[in-house]
Each structure stands twice: as structure tokens, then as C-alpha cells.
């Protein structure tokens, strides 16, 4: 209707699809896919030279990546 130049509200288009009898698409629910644990593949072992003590207080930053999606 825009790309004809109809001014229309959101009422109205309420009430065309619903006499067309068409359904608009809601939002796609938000789901976690996580990979699964169940494989046979070797996991990597944790390198054992980490250093966590600091020789000056307030000079190392650390950081995480909380989500990503893998789906």
C-alpha cells in the first residue's frame, strides 16, 4: 500500500488482512542452540604453562565470549 501511495493506518491494514483472511508472521522465537557433547572427537587439553599471578595489581585484562550462536 506505501509503495502505491496509500496512506494507511495500522487499523486498517488490521482490517484488510483480516477480510483477505491473511495472517501476518510474528517474530522468530529466540532459541540457545548449543553444539552437542556427544562425539568421539578429541578434545584439546588446556595449555599448562598459564601464568595467572600478576606483577603489578590492575595491569592485566581479561575477557569472555558469554554467547554464540551456532545455529
Same mark, same amino acid.
Given at each position: 500500500?506505501? +509503495?502505491q501511495? &496509500?496512506? @494507511?493506518?495500522?487499523?486498517s491494514v488490521? &482490517?484488510?488482512?483480516?477480510?483477505?483472511?491473511?495472517?501476518?508472521?510474528?517474530?522468530?522465537?529466540?532459541?540457545? $542452540? *548449543? *553444539?552437542?557433547?556427544?562425539h568421539?572427537?578429541? =578434545?584439546? %587439553? +588446556? %595449555? %599448562?604453562?598459564?601464568?595467572?599471578? =600478576?606483577? @603489578? &595489581?590492575?595491569? @592485566?585484562g581479561?575477557?569472555g565470549?558469554?554467547?554464540? %550462536? *551456532? $545455529?
Amino acid at each position: 500500500m506505501k +509503495s502505491q501511495g &496509500l496512506h @494507511v493506518g495500522k487499523r486498517s491494514v488490521q &482490517l484488510g488482512m483480516q477480510a483477505a483472511g491473511i495472517r501476518a508472521r510474528g517474530k522468530r522465537r529466540f532459541r540457545i $542452540c *548449543t *553444539t552437542g557433547s556427544g562425539h568421539g572427537f578429541a =578434545v584439546a %587439553p +588446556s %595449555p %599448562p604453562d598459564r601464568n595467572f599471578t =600478576v606483577a @603489578v &595489581l590492575n595491569m @592485566v585484562g581479561a575477557g569472555g565470549i558469554t554467547y554464540i %550462536p *551456532t $545455529c
